[in-house]
């Protein structure tokens, strides 16, 4: 059965410091995992998605996760956070056929001045 | 533009009566998922179709119903039987593939009982 875990239901950093958001899974198969962003109100927006390519991906805005299987983990990363960065950041699991996708619990980023 | 629409933004229940949500795209996407969101909670899902005149029922369908009888429209009707409506629902589109599909998702309604 696949599961999800974002480790941190809220992270607080200062304007221009590393961002890091915790994500594990667990699944059967070989997982597609994404991250998605959310801000106040909105509907999700793709930040990123790792499809069994390169193990570094690259999403919007400067972030970018690493997939690592020994570890089962996915975590999002940004060297220098923006203060419109501050959102709703969800890490979701997906087998094959897109229909079993499971959402993490998410994680809110609060960034300061 | 291309992209998803919902309405109402915002929409109130009185106790007993039934509320349909709209959804509509226009990304000629097959499949549509309805996404209801709580506070500190993920998504979880409502129902999803995969092709017109067909619909699955996801983890939480109790309540609810769906039709989908055009391609771009999937509406959601929250009947007097779920009786706790109150939250965010999320409507998205996709592709069919291989499950690394991104799902596309509409700004939402909020569903507030009266």
């Known amino acids: 059965a696949q599961s999800v875990t974002q480790l941190d239901s809220h992270v607080s950093v200062s304007e221009g410091t590393p961002v890091l958001l915790r994500c594990n899974y667990s699944s059967s198969y070989s997982p597609s995992l994404f991250w998605y962003v959310q801000h106040p109100n909105k509907g999700l927006q793709l930040l990123l998605k790792y499809t069994s390519a390169a193990t570094l991906v690259k999403g919007i805005n400067g972030f970018e996760a690493e997939f690592k299987k020994s570890e089962t983990s996915f975590h999002l990363t940004k060297p220098s956070a923006h203060m419109s960065d501050a959102a709703e950041y969800f890490c979701?699991?997906?087998?094959?056929?897109?229909?079993?996708?499971?959402f993490g619990a998410g994680t809110r980023l609060f960034v300061k001045a | 533009d291309g992209g998803i629409t919902q309405s109402p933004k915002y929409l109130f229940r009185k106790e007993g009566q039934n509320v349909t949500l709209s959804c509509e795209q226009n990304?000629?996407?097959?499949?549509m998922y309805w996404y209801r969101q709580d506070p500190g909670q993920g998504l979880r899902l409502i129902y999803y179709s995969q092709i017109v005149n067909d619909f699955q029922k996801g983890d939480i369908a109790e309540g609810y119903s769906v039709s989908r009888e055009k391609k771009e429209s999937f509406p959601l009707t929250v009947t007097s039987a779920q009786k706790n409506p109150t939250a965010f629902y999320l409507c998205?589109?996709?592709?069919?593939?291989?499950?690394?599909?991104?799902?596309?998702f509409g700004p939402g309604t909020r569903l507030l009982v009266l």
């Open positions: 998205a589109s996709s592709v069919i593939g291989t499950g690394a599909e991104t799902q596309y």
């Open positions: 979701v699991v997906s087998d094959s056929g897109g229909f079993k996708t499971i």
């Open positions: 990304l000629n996407h097959d499949a």
